[in-house]
């Protein structure tokens, strides 16, 4: 079965990170790990020190492990929960993100130890 990531870049809406954190962490993980096909999830937030000196427009970063061999059965997923009760959005999330889904084209490289 095709594996597919799907990315999704937000921000907390202004002043309310911590709820924002708590939501994202505590409920929403879980709300997309529900929808068929997803099968892992992961929060990063932005460091401090970065490659080049920016601007950075997002400040979170989530990836979910998607495995599936319809990706549009769990876009429709998607679509279908959120904003319901399966699939409450906080008021607490900055309403522009990017969410896009991304396949590989490679295995995975490690660095010889």
Request: charged letters at 30%; proline letters at 7%; hydrophobic letters at 35%.
């Amino acid at each position: 079965m095709p594996r597919f990531s799907l990315i999704v870049l937000t921000n907390p809406a202004e002043g309310r990170e911590d709820e924002y954190n708590t939501w994202y962490s505590d409920t929403h993980l879980d709300d997309v790990l529900r929808v068929p096909g997803v099968v892992a999830a992961q929060r990063f937030r932005k460091t401090e020190s970065q490659r080049d000196a920016g601007p950075y427009p997002w400040g979170y970063l989530a990836i979910y492990e998607c495995d599936t061999d319809d990706v549009q059965q769990v876009i429709a997923g998607l679509r279908e929960r959120s904003g319901t009760p399966e699939m409450p959005i906080s008021s607490a999330l900055d309403d522009e993100r990017f969410v896009c889904f991304f396949e590989p084209i490679t295995d995975v490289k490690r660095r010889a130890s």
